[in-house]
């Protein structure tokens, strides 16, 4: 017995003669922990894997849909292109065909002078 502190500890002697036996259930809990740890990492690499899948899916999407909208917007301004400049060239032809019918003279008694707008 040793004292300490006013607390008594009683200390068995340990068997030298014998050994330590191991818990009769310890393989299966070993077994069922090993079981446990590579469900535990099937799970980890199958969430890995759907990750990484995704994370392709979406950037592979992310550039088809850049490639195609840019296409797109190509093939929209390309067909575009002739009826804008055929709008701009009929407004001038109608801009220039309203100053040529300023600049005359007027076909009305009286007024001779060309009428100029600012």
Wanted: proline share 6%; aromatic share 6%.
């Amino acid at each position: 017995m040793r004292s300490k502190g006013g607390r008594t500890i009683k200390l068995s002697p340990v068997d030298e003669d014998g050994h330590v036996t191991d818990h009769p259930a310890r393989a299966g809990l070993e077994a069922l922990m090993d079981q446990k740890l590579f469900h535990q990492r099937i799970k980890s690499e199958r969430s890995a894997a759907y990750w990484f899948a995704a994370s392709i899916w979406g950037v592979c999407g992310l550039v088809l849909g850049g490639i195609l909208g840019a296409y797109m917007m190509y093939t929209a301004m390309d067909s575009s292109l002739p009826l804008a400049s055929e709008a701009v060239t009929r407004g001038m032809a109608v801009e220039q065909a309203r100053r040529s019918v300023d600049g005359r003279p007027s076909l009305l008694p009286g007024n001779n002078t060309p009428q100029q707008q600012p």
